[in-house]
């Protein structure tokens, strides 16, 4: 049986080992991934409410929400299809559990968006919107992070085999900031191209943050539901996918 405190415990450890080694013999350390995320939010903001207003109420708040969501994901998805090629070592273990290693991944940008998250809070209670559905916020967090251990332990275990995987993901993600409503509601959508932007699980996910952070309309009950089932059943493909593979990843690498 899977002792379920020891991974827990491993894979903190794990991401704080990479974090430290990350940030070492930098100036601003740990708070260089808010620093960038910042930067970015000052470009959108400006763009997006001064030189082309959406007509968004609170707008840094909106964007920096989406952008946090974001970022995790895409950062995490990037790290976890090169996981294994780069952290070699582990998986030439015999008694590691591998499978830890893309959780790893997705678990280090992570702890980006907890440093991050106090200057979202002071923003929403220098503009008043700091309300008691923020507490709804771990829930969601949770889903985002089961929906993606699934996708890294399919990107990781391609990448064994098929060393074009990181640049697809990479190409793939590009892409996909524009189809996810990072910089815009999803209500300026027009309604016949809605549905694509709908099928994207992290739209709706980006949808339920504003909610809770925002007040703005939640994606609906049915829709939180499809999500949730669809991120339990990619993580439990992705694992059982991982598993199957994992015999001859020594061989492969």
């Not at 939640?218 to 999500?227: C, D, N, Q, T």
Request: glycine share 6%; hydrophobic share 60%.
């Amino acid at each position: 049986m899977v002792d379920l405190g020891y991974m827990r415990e491993l894979v903190l450890h794990l991401a704080s080992r990479e974090i430290s080694s990350k940030h070492r013999l930098t100036l601003l350390g740990w708070t260089w991934p808010l620093a960038r995320q910042l930067a970015q939010l000052a470009v959108l903001v400006f763009i997006f409410s001064a030189v082309f207003d959406l007509g968004i109420n609170n707008y840094p708040v909106f964007v920096f929400s989406g952008l946090l969501a974001y970022t995790w994901f895409s950062a995490g998805l990037i790290e976890a299809a090169s996981s294994l090629l780069s952290q070699r070592p582990f998986v030439f273990q015999p008694r590691f559990p591998t499978a830890v290693v893309p959780v790893v991944a997705v678990t280090v940008p992570f702890l980006d968006v907890l440093l991050a998250l106090p200057v979202l809070l002071v923003m929403l209670v220098a503009t008043g919107d700091l309300g008691w559905p923020v507490l709804l916020l771990p829930p969601l967090l949770a889903i985002q992070l089961l929906l993606m251990c699934g996708l890294a332990w399919l990107c990781a275990a391609g990448t064994v085999y098929l060393r074009d995987v990181p640049n697809v993901v990479l190409v793939g993600l590009t892409l996909l900031f524009y189809v996810t409503p990072v910089f815009y509601s999803l209500e300026d959508v027009p309604e016949k191209y809605r549905w694509v932007l709908e099928l994207n699980p992290l739209a709706t996910l980006i949808e339920g943050y504003r909610a809770v952070l925002l007040g703005e309309a939640a994606p609906g009950a049915f829709k939180l539901l499809l999500v949730c089932a669809a991120s339990a059943a990619i993580a439990a493909l992705g694992l059982l996918v991982f598993r199957r593979l994992q015999p001859s990843f020594v061989d492969e690498l």
